[in-house]
């Protein structure tokens, strides 16, 4: 026959091994109810009485644990340096002249470098080589329409003066 302190701090028994095993598979009580048997002195956890061990047998243990990737295991990403850089070359390009397509440039020649510093984490490698071609290609037709325009030996039709002069 057996003592148990409940968790309210009240002395409950005497009860019998059965009657305890009832209780643990109800939850009333657990491995660290303070117990006594009948006839002893102390109290002590009840997982601490021999007749009582196979009852709390640890939570059997998962088929495998766990597994966390290694570092360097996710895929890389796309360097935002390189992105900004091929979207500004592109619009440098297409619609607003070359001072976005000098920022594409900029910005393209950056992502290259952190992409060369960084290659297990970042892609985009050749996305930042288009970019740097491009804004090169819209600095340069720029240029080239810059001097059309301009050019003051070529025939008065083809200058740009003429245009807006004649």
Same mark, same amino acid.
């Given at each position: 026959?057996?003592?148990?302190?409940?968790?309210?701090?009240?002395?409950?028994?005497?009860?019998?091994?059965?009657? /305890?095993?009832?209780? *643990?598979?109800?939850?009333?009580?657990?491995?660290?109810?303070?117990?006594?048997?009948?006839?002893?002195?102390?109290?002590?956890?009840?997982?601490?009485?021999?007749?009582?061990?196979?009852? !709390?047998?640890?939570?059997?243990?998962?088929?495998?644990?766990?597994?966390?990737?290694?570092?360097?295991?996710?895929?890389?990403?796309?360097?935002?340096?390189?992105?900004?850089?091929?979207? #500004?070359?592109?619009?440098?390009?297409?619609? #607003?002249?070359?001072?976005?397509?000098?920022?594409?440039?900029? !910005?393209?020649? *950056?992502?290259?470098?952190?992409?060369?510093?960084?290659?297990?984490?970042?892609?985009?490698?050749?996305?930042? *080589?288009?970019?740097?071609?491009?804004?090169?290609?819209?600095?340069?037709?720029? /240029?080239?329409? !810059?001097?059309?325009?301009?050019?003051?030996?070529?025939?008065?039709?083809?200058?740009? @003066? @003429?245009?807006?002069?004649?």
């Amino acid at each position: 026959m057996y003592r148990i302190i409940g968790t309210d701090q009240k002395e409950y028994g005497p009860a019998g091994a059965n009657q /305890l095993r009832q209780w *643990i598979a109800e939850g009333r009580i657990n491995a660290q109810t303070l117990t006594r048997a009948e006839g002893s002195a102390g109290w002590k956890a009840l997982a601490a009485f021999p007749e009582f061990a196979g009852v !709390f047998a640890p939570p059997p243990l998962a088929a495998e644990p766990p597994r966390f990737a290694p570092m360097g295991a996710y895929p890389p990403k796309n360097s935002s340096m390189a992105v900004a850089g091929f979207v #500004c070359s592109l619009l440098g390009l297409m619609c #607003c002249g070359p001072f976005v397509s000098i920022l594409g440039l900029v !910005f393209s020649i *950056i992502g290259l470098v952190e992409i060369n510093r960084n290659p297990a984490q970042l892609n985009g490698k050749s996305m930042a *080589i288009a970019g740097i071609v491009l804004s090169a290609v819209g600095c340069l037709m720029f /240029l080239a329409g !810059f001097a059309i325009a301009f050019w003051p030996g070529l025939p008065k039709g083809i200058r740009f @003066h @003429h245009f807006w002069h004649s």
